[in-house]
């Protein structure tokens, strides 16, 4: 479609190996993300979502295929465009307040130094860090400080948010919560998202769609629609919900279904 925010055609993503072979890792992707829509990418391990999710975010080159981003083919870091990684990834000798600034660097021209300030100090606010501003991340709980990293992706406003797995180290309680924070603050600023998780009920209370993926070489192997009814602002409502466990259900089966084997390796037919 025409109006999609993120574009994926026909793409995919090999890495050498050795000097006569490469691994296919990705392999014509199709992937349509519409401005304000919540995508989840989920599959087996190893099956390219880290990989997939970084291409959009200009971090690894592709081949072939375009990748756009509002309607720019991706081919170094785009503008407007915030990641949340896996671990936090904050630098710790700077304080809470000063990691979350490290996401305005991009925009710095066009805010004066007192609009930087008050910009962050809303975004700290926004994910109830306010009171741990002027602290170290190793002072503060992993879930704060995932929740840093997220202020840090969100405070340039940007038009797309690329999260990977940003909930995947926490416990259980404080992931719910922070799924609760999420589909707050995603439907306050509708960033246009794409989140990987290894967790399918986060995946149907957060997204609008989900991407399974299936692995040897990745490929989308199907996308689920969850018609679930927004706002969907917390995860008990959809304990007991009958929709919500089909729809659970149905991409569970997709992964499971979906036999691991090792990546394809393949002669690359071009010999130095
Ligand atoms: N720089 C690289 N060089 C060679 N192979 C790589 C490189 N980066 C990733 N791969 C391979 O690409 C495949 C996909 O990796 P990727 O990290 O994208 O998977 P994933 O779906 O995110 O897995 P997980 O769920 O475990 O995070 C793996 O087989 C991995 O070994
Ligand atoms: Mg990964």
Redesign the pocket.
């Known amino acids: 479609m025409d109006d999609a925010i993120i574009d994926i055609r026909g793409v995919g993503k090999h890495?050498a190996q050795r000097r006569d072979s490469r691994?296919v890792?990705l392999e014509d992707i199709n992937l349509q993300v519409h401005a304000g829509e919540f995508v989840s990418l989920v599959?087996a391990?190893?099956?390219?979502?880290?990989?997939?999710l970084r291409m959009i975010g200009g971090l690894v080159p592709y081949e072939p295929g375009a990748v756009r981003v509002n309607g720019e083919l991706v081919d170094s870091v785009p503008r407007r465009i915030g990641f949340v990684f896996q671990d936090a990834a904050l630098l710790p000798w700077r304080t809470i307040e000063e990691n979350v600034a490290i996401g305005l660097n991009e925009y710095r021209k066009s805010f004066s130094k007192q609009e930087a300030r008050d910009r962050v100090a809303a975004q700290v606010e926004l994910v109830g860090l306010t009171e741990f501003a002027s602290y170290l991340p190793r002072q503060v709980s992993g879930g704060m400080q995932q929740r840093a990293g997220l202020a840090r992706a969100l405070v340039g406003e940007p038009d797309v948010l690329l999260m990977d797995?940003p909930f995947g180290a926490l416990d259980a309680f404080t992931r719910m919560r922070l799924q609760e924070e999420l589909a707050e603050i995603v439907r306050r600023t509708s960033a246009t998202t794409v989140f990987?998780t290894?967790d399918v009920d986060e995946a149907v209370f957060l997204s609008d769609r989900i991407a399974v993926m299936s692995i040897g070489p990745?490929t989308i192997r199907e996308v689920v629609d969850v018609d679930l009814p927004r706002p969907r602002l917390q995860r008990q409502e959809l304990l007991g919900n009958r929709r919500a466990s089909e729809l659970r259900d149905r991409v569970l089966e997709l992964v499971i279904g979906d036999r691991t084997v090792p990546?394809a390796v393949e002669a690359a037919g071009v010999r130095p």
Not at 45 to 52: A, M, Q, R
Request: one cysteine or more; hydrophobic letters at 25%; proline letters at 6%.
């Open positions: 890495f691994k890792v599959g391990s190893g099956c390219g979502k880290t990989t997939l797995e990987v290894h990745g990546p």
